[in-house]
C-alpha cells in the first residue's frame, strides 16, 4: 500500500505544480485593450481593399494612372496593418486571412485587369491568358506564404512578395505617364513577358529581403540614412520616376541574391511543425570545404 499511497502524491505534486504553471502564465498575458483598438488594423486593410477594388474599376474605364495609384496605396495600407496589429497587441488569425483576402484583390487581380487593360488587350485571348495566370500565382504565393508564416526565416521571402510585383506593374504605368510615351506596340512586347517574369517570380524559391526584422530602435549607418533621405528627396520631385525606381530596384534584388549563392533551404523533417511541408529559411552559400 506505501509504494501506492507515494505514487498518489507524487501525481498530486504534479498537478499542483502543472496548475500553478498555468496561473503565472496567465497573470503574464497582458491586460487586454479596448475594443476599439482592434478595430484599427482591420480598417486599415478594409482601405487596402477598397483601393484595390477602385484601382480595378478605373482599369475597367481606362484611367490607368489612377488605377496604379491605388494600388500604390494599398501598399501602403498593407504595410501599415501588420504594424499597427503588432504595435496595439492586437494581432489574431482573422487579421490573417482577412489581409490575405484583401491581398488577393489589391495585389492579384487589381494589377492583372490593369496590365491586361493597359497594355496586354491587343492579344486577345493571349492576353486573359497572361493576366489570370499572374492572378492564379499571387494566389498561390500567398497562400504558400500563410502555411510557412510559423516557419519562415525574418530576414527573407521565399519568392517574389504578392506587393512587390503589383508595385512594379503600378510603377510601370507611373513612368510610362511621367515621360508621356506613346508607343503601344513596344509596351505590349514589354509587358507581356514581364508580367509572365512576374507571375514566376511570385511562385519561385528565390530570396528576397524582407524588412519585417528590421530594428528602428538601432543606430543606423551613415550610408543608410543618407539613401533614406534621398529616396524621400525623389518621392518629393518625381514620385512616379522614384516609385518605379524603387520597385525595380526590389525586384531585381532577389536574382542578385540568387546570383551571390543565397537559397531557401528546408528544415529537416524533424524540425518541421505540424501540418508544415516545407520552411523558406535563409541559409548562405556554404564555404568550400565545409559539408553544404
Same mark, same amino acid.
Given at each position: 500500500?506505501?509504494?501506492? $499511497?507515494?505514487r %498518489?502524491?507524487?501525481s498530486?505534486?504534479?498537478? @499542483? &505544480?502543472?496548475? *500553478?504553471?498555468?496561473?503565472e502564465?496567465?497573470k503574464?498575458?497582458?491586460?487586454p485593450?479596448?475594443?476599439?483598438?482592434?478595430?484599427?488594423?482591420?480598417?486599415? $486593410?478594409?482601405?487596402?481593399?477598397? /483601393?484595390?477594388?477602385?484601382?480595378?474599376? =478605373?482599369s475597367? %474605364?481606362?484611367?490607368?494612372?489612377?488605377?496604379?495609384?491605388?494600388? /500604390?496605396?494599398? #501598399?501602403?495600407?498593407?504595410?501599415?496593418?501588420?504594424?499597427?496589429?503588432? /504595435?496595439?497587441?492586437? =494581432?489574431?488569425? !482573422?487579421?490573417?486571412?482577412?489581409?490575405?483576402?484583401?491581398?488577393?484583390?489589391?495585389?492579384?487581380?487589381?494589377?492583372?485587369?490593369?496590365?491586361?487593360?493597359?497594355?496586354?488587350?491587343?492579344?486577345?485571348?493571349?492576353?486573359?491568358?497572361v493576366?489570370?495566370?499572374?492572378?492564379v500565382c499571387a494566389?498561390?504565393?500567398?497562400?504558400? #506564404?500563410?502555411v510557412?508564416?510559423?516557419?519562415?526565416?525574418?530576414?527573407?521571402?521565399?519568392?517574389?512578395?504578392?506587393? *512587390?510585383?503589383a /508595385?512594379?506593374?503600378?510603377?510601370i504605368?507611373?513612368?510610362?505617364?511621367? !515621360?508621356?510615351? %506613346?508607343?503601344? @506596340?513596344t509596351?505590349?512586347?514589354?509587358?507581356?513577358?514581364?508580367?509572365?517574369?512576374?507571375?514566376?517570380?511570385?511562385?519561385?524559391?528565390?530570396?528576397?529581403?524582407? !524588412?519585417?526584422?528590421?530594428?528602428?530602435?538601432k543606430?543606423?549607418?551613415?550610408?543608410?540614412?543618407?539613401?533614406?533621405?534621398v529616396?524621400?528627396?525623389?518621392? #518629393?520631385?518625381?514620385?512616379?520616376?522614384?516609385? !518605379?525606381?524603387?520597385?525595380?530596384?526590389?525586384?531585381l534584388?532577389?536574382?542578385?541574391?540568387?546570383?551571390? *549563392?543565397?537559397?531557401?533551404a528546408?528544415?529537416?523533417?524533424?524540425?518541421?511543425?505540424v501540418?508544415?511541408?516545407? =520552411?523558406? &529559411?535563409?541559409?548562405?552559400?556554404?564555404?568550400? *570545404?565545409?559539408?553544404?
Open positions: 500500500m506505501k509504494p501506492r $499511497t507515494d %498518489n502524491r507524487e498530486r505534486a504534479r498537478m @499542483r &505544480l502543472i496548475s *500553478g504553471r498555468l496561473r502564465q496567465r503574464k498575458v497582458a491586460v485593450l479596448k475594443r476599439g483598438v482592434f478595430l484599427v488594423p482591420a480598417t486599415i $486593410t478594409s482601405l487596402g481593399l477598397l /483601393a484595390g477594388f477602385y484601382s480595378l474599376t =478605373s475597367v %474605364n481606362q484611367h490607368f494612372e489612377l488605377a496604379a495609384l491605388m494600388i /500604390a496605396l494599398a #501598399f501602403v495600407c498593407d504595410g501599415l496593418d501588420g504594424r499597427v496589429a503588432r /504595435a496595439s497587441r492586437t =494581432s489574431s488569425q !482573422f487579421g490573417v486571412e482577412y489581409d490575405s483576402l484583401s491581398d488577393v484583390v489589391a495585389f492579384g487581380v487589381a494589377p492583372a485587369t490593369l496590365a491586361y487593360s493597359w497594355a496586354l488587350r491587343p492579344l486577345g485571348s493571349l492576353a486573359i491568358v493576366s489570370g495566370l499572374y492572378v494566389a498561390l504565393r500567398l497562400a504558400r #506564404f500563410n510557412q508564416t510559423a516557419s519562415a526565416d525574418k530576414r527573407r521571402f521565399t519568392g517574389l512578395p504578392v506587393p *512587390g510585383a /508595385a512594379m506593374l503600378a510603377g504605368v507611373l513612368a510610362y505617364s511621367y !515621360f508621356e510615351l %506613346n508607343l503601344p @506596340r509596351l505590349c512586347a514589354v509587358m507581356t513577358p514581364l508580367t509572365l517574369a512576374l507571375a514566376g517570380l511570385m511562385i519561385s524559391r528565390v530570396p528576397y529581403p524582407s !524588412f519585417k526584422g528590421l530594428d528602428l530602435h543606430k543606423a549607418q551613415i550610408e543608410l540614412m543618407i539613401a533614406v533621405l529616396v524621400a528627396a525623389m518621392l #518629393f520631385a518625381m514620385p512616379q520616376f522614384t516609385w !518605379f525606381a524603387v520597385a525595380t530596384t526590389y525586384v534584388s532577389g536574382p542578385y541574391l540568387l546570383a551571390r *549563392g543565397e537559397r531557401i528546408t528544415v529537416p523533417a524533424a524540425l518541421k511543425p501540418g508544415a511541408e516545407t =520552411s523558406p &529559411l535563409h541559409k548562405p552559400a556554404p564555404e568550400r *570545404g565545409k559539408a553544404s
